[in-house]
């Protein structure tokens, strides 16, 4: 299993950033996939989740109406578009599927002017 995350970087508040992950080695379009995003001293925080079709999505309170999760099944990635983003967006964003318990290196996000 490998996750490839990218599009990370730094942005002013109320910026957008869009991530993506290109996954392999496993069933991905059988797949349900999230994204996360964990700070420093922090758990791990569920960030949104798509089932394996694209057709139901869930988010997490923090980034209602601001985070957009899709997927490309022909591609294999799964992105995340970040719109209105604030200081505390700012952390490591990881993608995840419930395939396998395994963590890629994530990409970094800072929210920052």
């Known amino acids: 299993v490998q996750f490839v995350e990218s599009g990370g970087g730094l942005v002013q508040p109320g910026g957008s950033l869009r991530l993506s992950c290109v996954a392999s080695?496993?069933?991905?379009?059988?797949?349900?996939m999230s994204w996360y995003r964990q700070t420093p001293g922090k758990e791990r925080e569920l960030v949104a989740t798509i089932s394996s079709g694209g057709g139901r999505t869930n988010y997490g309170d923090s980034v209602k109406g601001r985070f957009t999760i899709s997927r490309d099944n022909a591609k294999k990635t799964v992105y995340l578009q970040m719109n209105s983003l604030k200081p505390e967006d700012t952390a490591v964003y990881y993608c995840?599927?419930?395939?396998?318990?395994?963590w890629g290196q994530g990409t970094q996000v800072t929210v920052s002017s």
């Open positions: 995840k599927t419930g395939y396998i318990d395994y």
């Open positions: 080695g496993f069933p991905f379009s059988w797949n349900d």
